[in-house]
């Protein structure tokens, strides 16, 4: 019996590492993902809708500007037609074709007049001679078969081709600032909304700490309450923290799951797929401080709005070019070839005969009542607004960028003072923690201790997180906030 329970007992020992693995495995499949931000952007650039739709934008504008291109060429088309009428065109009237085909008899009349006989087979074959030329001039004109194959090369369009591929340049330019502004847009709510899930973790881990504070303090109040040292007023004003702490880590913990939801959402993952940022358990946040500069040019040359205003400007010009051209002549040259059944090539013939044709067309516009002019002026009417609103935007932008300069520098001076507040803090929690252990103390003291340094500390996490976002605001604001 003693020998069966050591082979059983050793066989269960050489499970352990099989077990082991198993576990690991599944621990490893349950775990959460990790995602730094530079991760989280990737994926919301990736899945996100909008961003979609401006890429198929920029594809719909190159074969818009390809399809422009073809417009310096030449242009070739078929034609056929098939054409039934109820009548036949007669090139001779009914006088005509009487007369023809009585030639002969006509003959024999005028010939006994003058006394010169005619025989009859003679008439016979001058009326059949008539009846052929009366055969001849038959069109058959009943059934009409045309067909046409025409090539049109535009030699001067008054500027309207040139004027079109540019505007078609400037379109595709502005899907692809169209694109870049989404993008920021994406990076920055995505930036956001890491560092406020990065805030609420943080928070809820002080927090937690700070609720097994007061908790620690509540069991010591409660010895020595029944050591007669502190009174019940002590105790309920320290289980009133307690309860303050348990309801403040609740509002935390909801508050980190809806934004926890909300960047899953972005980034385009299922809302409740258990993530782990890589920054919420950092016990510092790396914040790097820098001396910002209001640099306007830059912002001027980088950001994505302002292109877009200044191709709507630009593309608005190009757009009156274009009608302006209504009022200029227009050259083409055409050539191709024509067949036709009945052919009228070698008299009428039933049969299919065609030939080449070259030619120029030129139009030229004399009177439209100023209807292109009316158009050219509604025209440079919407270039002058759309010179106003790219003015506009860049003073509201030169404004926006001093702004955000400024905030970041404010941003830094709170973070020293939140840090040098949080050192105060510490000290005198650790003196007032001593002085309770000394007896020396009231639960008041510590109790307000411990408050300052919750205080203290929840204002380092803001100020951290307020200098990250003020950054990602002047980055954004500079138009220099890409992935």
Not at 54 to 63: G, T
Not at 316 to 321: C, E, I, M, P, R
């Amino acid at each position: 019996m003693e020998k069966y329970f050591r082979l059983s007992h050793a066989r269960n020992w050489r499970k352990v590492p099989f077990i082991a693995a198993l576990l690991a495995i599944s621990l490893q499949a349950g775990a959460q993902q990790m995602l730094s931000l530079d991760s989280c952007r990737a994926m919301a650039l990736r899945n996100n809708k909008q961003m979609n739709v401006s890429e198929l934008k920029q594809d719909v504008a190159k074969n818009i500007r390809k399809s422009a291109r073809t417009k310096y060429l030449p242009h070739v088309s078929a034609v056929g037609t098939y054409q039934f009428t109820s009548e036949e065109i007669s090139l001779l009237n009914s006088e005509q074709k009487t007369t023809l085909s009585g030639l002969g008899d006509s003959f024999a009349g005028l010939a006994a007049l003058t006394g010169i006989p005619v025989s009859t087979g003679m008439s016979m074959l001058l009326n059949a001679e008539g009846q052929k030329i009366v055969d001849a001039f038959k069109t058959d004109t009943r059934h009409i078969w045309a067909g046409s194959v025409m090539a049109v090369q535009p030699v001067f369009m008054g500027g309207s081709i040139v004027a079109m591929n540019k505007m078609a340049d400037l379109g595709e330019e502005m899907a692809r600032n169209t694109a870049d502004s989404k993008r920021q847009e994406i990076i920055y709510s995505v930036d956001k909304t890491y560092w406020q899930v990065v805030s609420l973790k943080h928070k809820k881990r002080l927090a937690e700490s700070y609720l097994a504070v007061v908790k620690k303090l509540e069991g010591d109040v409660q010895r020595m309450i029944e050591e007669g040292v502190a009174t019940k007023s002590d105790g309920l004003s320290v289980s009133v923290k307690v309860n303050e702490a348990e309801m403040t880590v609740q509002q935390v913990n909801d508050g980190l799951v809806l934004s926890r939801m909300l960047l899953c959402q972005m980034i385009g993952l299922p809302m409740n797929d258990p993530v782990t940022l890589a920054d919420e358990d950092a016990e510092n946040l790396d914040v790097a401080t820098y001396q910002a500069r209001p640099d306007v040019a830059t912002a001027i040359e980088n950001r994505p709005e302002l292109k877009m205003l200044d191709n709507t400007v630009a593309i608005s010009k190009q757009a009156t070019k274009l009608l302006k051209a209504g009022n200029l002549p227009m050259v083409a040259l055409m050539g191709g070839y024509t067949i036709s059944n009945p052919s009228v090539l070698n008299g009428f013939e039933r049969k299919f005969n065609g030939f080449w044709n070259v030619g120029v067309l030129v139009r030229v516009p004399i009177w439209n009542w100023g209807d292109v002019m009316y158009k050219v002026r509604a025209s440079k009417g919407a270039t002058a607004i759309a010179s106003l609103e790219l003015e506009e935007a860049r003073e509201k932008i030169e404004l926006q960028v001093s702004q955000n300069a400024y905030r970041v520098d404010e941003a830094q001076k709170r973070l020293a003072m939140a840090n040098a507040s949080v050192k105060k803090a510490d000290e005198n929690l650790r003196m007032a923690n001593l002085g309770f252990s000394e007896g020396v103390a009231t639960p008041t003291t510590v109790m307000e201790a411990q408050t300052a340094w919750l205080q203290a500390k929840s204002q380092q996490i803001d100020a951290e997180i307020n200098m990250k976002l003020s950054q990602v605001d002047l980055e954004k604001s500079l138009g220099t906030l890409k992935y």
